[in-house]
C-alpha cells in the first residue's frame, strides 16, 4: 500500500510565491518519475512539472521560468515552488508519483487547492 499526500496550497495574491510537498509512504522500492499536474476550475488535468530519479526536469511553457521542482530521494519528496504567480495558475495541484513495490504503479495524490486572486 503507497500513499500519497500533497500540502502547501493557500490563497496568494499575484505576483505570490507558493511552494507544495508532496510525500510518499509505504512500502516503497523506489520512486521513479514524481510529476506535479495541475487542473483549473472546469478544465482537464495537465502536466506541468516532471522529474526523474536521476533529477532531470521538464516543464509546460505555461509555468517554464517561475516554477522550479525538486526532489528529495531520501524523503520520497517532491516539491513544487512557485513564483510570480497569475491568477491563470489557480486550480487544484495533483502530484503523481511511480512507485516500485512488488510491482511499479502509478499513485496520485488527493489535490491540493492553490487560488490566485487579489
Known amino acids: 500500500q503507497v500513499q500519497v499526500v500533497e500540502s502547501g496550497g493557500g490563497l496568494v495574491q499575484p505576483g505570490g510565491s507558493l511552494r507544495l510537498s508532496c510525500a510518499a509512504s509505504?512500502?516503497?522500492?523506489?520512486?521513479?518519475?514524481m510529476a506535479w499536474y495541475r487542473q483549473p476550475p472546469g478544465q482537464p488535468r495537465a502536466s506541468i512539472a516532471s522529474i526523474t530519479s536521476a533529477g532531470v526536469t521538464n516543464y509546460a511553457d505555461s509555468v517554464q521560468g517561475r516554477f522550479t521542482i525538486s526532489r528529495d530521494n531520501a524523503k520520497n519528496t517532491v516539491y513544487l515552488q512557485m513564483n510570480s504567480l497569475k491568477p491563470e495558475d489557480t486550480g487544484v495541484y495533483y502530484c503523481?508519483?511511480?512507485?516500485?513495490?512488488?510491482?511499479?504503479?502509478?499513485?496520485w495524490g488527493q489535490g491540493t487547492q492553490v487560488t490566485v486572486s487579489s
Open positions: 509505504g512500502r516503497i522500492i523506489s520512486i521513479d518519475n
Open positions: 503523481n508519483a511511480i512507485v516500485r513495490t512488488t510491482y511499479t504503479g502509478s499513485y
